[in-house]
Nanobody, 123 residues
Framework: QVQLVESGGGLVQAGGSLRLSCAAS????????KGWFRQAPGKEREFVAA????????LYADAVKGRFTFFGDNDKNTMYLQMNNLKPEDSGVYSC????????????????WGQGTQVTVSS
């Protein structure tokens, strides 16, 4: 069964850090483009970051560039989003996804999604 499962969300103060994980099962992450998206209440889902098949290239939304780092561990079949210097506007449900399109910034570029993990940043 093809599945993505996120973990690592939680409540953190502004300026703090969190690391999100997304574990894949039923397929090899290294064969896919990987992405993170987030959705705040009342807002549309927005692109956060993307990682190319072998991890050689990354894309970041301007809002997170310099603060977030997206990387993968093919041995663990898991991808990670390291989030530093978090801001209240980073709050939302973070979802990982995989696809086959590169570059990839749109939800439509990704075909398999995790269930999401909540991140709340207090001011």
């Amino acid at each position: 069964q093809v599945q993505l499962v996120e973990s690592g969300g939680g409540l953190v103060q502004a300026g703090g850090s969190l690391r999100l994980s997304c574990a894949a099962s039923g397929f090899s992450l290294g064969n896919y483009v990987k992405g993170w998206f987030r959705q705040a209440p009342g807002k549309e889902r927005e692109f956060v970051a993307a990682l190319s098949w072998a991890g050689a290239s990354t894309l970041y939304a301007d809002a997170v560039k310099g603060r977030f780092t997206f990387f993968g561990d093919n041995d663990k079949n898991t991808m990670y989003l390291q989030m530093n210097n978090l801001k209240p506007e980073d709050s939302g449900v973070y979802s990982c996804a995989v696809g086959t399109q590169w570059p990839a910034r749109r939800s439509a570029d990704f075909g398999t999604w995790g269930q999401g993990t909540q991140v709340t940043v207090s001011s």
